[in-house]
């Protein structure tokens, strides 16, 4: 997935950027599909707006920003991620595709980070199910929700589920044969499944849109589905 954001290792590549960026697209059946749905319904919402900024939480490996910013010279990117490793891979690569000039980055945590100021969306993508507990959890859907403008919208994506429900053994039999029919291995596999509960903390989905409401948010709609992820589109109330 994307970057920690609590200080907790990435339990997929222990937070190292390049390993992640190289190999999460295999791990995730259309992981690039959910950053072009997003382009298309980001685009939807700013075309009209001069030189939009964009909040992006959770911004190591680079993927939002190298994403919207190609299709997007006018917009503007702040990214904070705690992960040194994940951050310089995303400075390689926003640079890499000619972007600097549209984007600064942050190590730190959202929750307590004083700068910045009101954006006109905001991304949190792979990110929330790193966050241990829901006190936690909420406290960052807030604190992206305090930098927003009215109407803003935020999309956000993450692991979800019940990990003793019938629903997450029968989801996780899939997954485990697309990821290792795809190249990658049994050990990592394995690390990945035995994550959950010590370094990847998932809700069910219905607990994460209670979530997002209490945080701020409204007209919430799905937008993206991959076995146990889900993305969703919400506005800023």
Known sequence: MNKATNGTANPWEQADGDRYTSNISRKIPGYQLQYELMDTLLTAQLDQREQPGLLVAGAGGGQEIVTLGRSHPDWHFCGLDLSASMLETARQRIAAAGLADQAELHQGDLRSWSGGGEYDAATCMLVLHFVQGRENKLALLQAISARLKTNAPLFISAINGDPASEAWRVQMAGWRLHML????????????????????????????ELLLEQAGFMLLTKYFGSYLIDGWMALKR
Do not use: D
Request: glycine content about 10%.
């Open 181 to 208: 029919r795809n190249g990658v291995g049994h050990e990592q596999w394995e690390a990945f499944a035995s994550s959950f509960g010590v370094t990847s903390h998932p809700l069910p989905a219905e607990e994460m």
